[in-house]
């Protein structure tokens, strides 16, 4: 699996205390960045949502050189790059004409716990 950072200049803080919540067609992750600054992430419109325990992924899928620097693992937003995710959601679309998963993105979130990984087709980050 290819990954790539989305924004370099936006790191996860090892502890970011973050939330979750769903509302409408938007995903919303608050988290701390690496200064301890409280951000708001928002998904939208998002077609999939999946949270997983860190004891259930291998993290080493989901990095890469920039990830992983300084003998240090930084946290970043990721994007996968041709998400099998998104290629399954294809498949099983019920209107085979539909065209919105075209526009999708596959974000990956490595969080202290867990994973939040999202399918949409925008995200828009800002400080609290």
Known sequence: MNCSIFMKDFEMHIT???TLVMRGSSIIVELDDINEKRHK???KPFQA???TTIDCVKGVEYSNEYSFRDGIYHRHI???DDSEWIRILKQDLTDSRATFLNKAKHYVQPLQDCFIEVVASDL???EV
Request: charged share 20%; glycine share 0%.
């Open 16 to 18: 970011p205390l973050e």
């Open 41 to 43: 992430i928002v998904f």
């Open 49 to 51: 949502v999946r949270i």
């Open 78 to 80: 990721l994007m996968i």
């Open 124 to 126: 828009r980050l800002s």
